[in-house]
């Protein structure tokens, strides 16, 4: 029995194309499924989107579904659990759901789709992280990168000017800024890169 050793990893993001799912494995319906599951705090953006599905695979013990959520700290965490659990008994499908720490969340991991349907929802969608693509690197959790006139101008996602300036570090959650277009005057939230 040496081959249940290791979970074979059947569907991965972002790393793993989509295109690899077959129609016909168990986890294409779930994949489906879990599409309908959003973000608690942003809830036009699903968690795939979000970068925060990470696989669902097969393992020795039944099929499994790993999330890693945005902000460690952020309430939000159990929901997205208990929502991606919910959905999973709500169409009668037996997976378990194994939250995954480490490597921590990033901004770097949303998709297009992710950025494009914030800028709709008026948020002023994330840079590239400071950090670089280095997933390994979960130490970046405690690193305030000095001053924000380092970043690049941030758009508005209300009128794309890059007039903008950042009228508090905090926004609406501790994951966004608040700033404030000096073109249209409108305030938004900026979703910081992490
Ligand atoms: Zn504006």
Redesign the pocket.
């Known amino acids: 029995m040496h081959a249940d050793a290791t979970p074979s990893l059947l569907v991965r993001l972002p790393d793993g194309p989509i295109a690899q799912k077959q129609p016909s494995e168990p986890f294409y319906a779930i994949w489906n499924l879990l599409e309908s599951v959003t973000d608690p705090e942003i809830p036009v953006v699903n968690l795939r989107e979000m970068g925060i599905l990470r696989a669902v695979r097969q393992t020795a013990d039944g099929l499994e579904v790993v999330i890693t959520p945005t902000y460690s700290g952020c309430p939000a965490m159990s929901q997205m659990h208990d929502d991606v659990a919910n959905a999973l008994s709500g169409a009668g499908v037996a997976a378990r759901v194994l939250t995954q720490l480490a490597p921590a969340w990033s901004t770097d991991w949303m998709t297009p789709e992710a950025h494009d349907k914030l800028r709709g929802y008026g948020i002023a969608p994330p840079h590239a992280s400071h950090c670089g693509a280095s997933n390994a690197n979960v130490i970046q959790f405690a690193t305030r990168k000095g001053t924000a006139n380092a970043d690049p101008a941030v758009a ?6 890059h ?2 300036t950042e009228t508090s570090h905090f926004g609406s959650t501790a994951c966004k800024a608040l700033y404030r ?6 305030p ?1 939230d900026y979703f910081k890169p992490y």
Do not use: I, K, R, Y
């Not at 508005?156 to 000017?161: E, F, I, R, W």
């Not at 277009?181 to 409108?186: M, T």
């Open positions: 508005c996602p209300q009128c794309g000017s007039n903008t277009c000096l073109d249209c005057l409108e938004f």
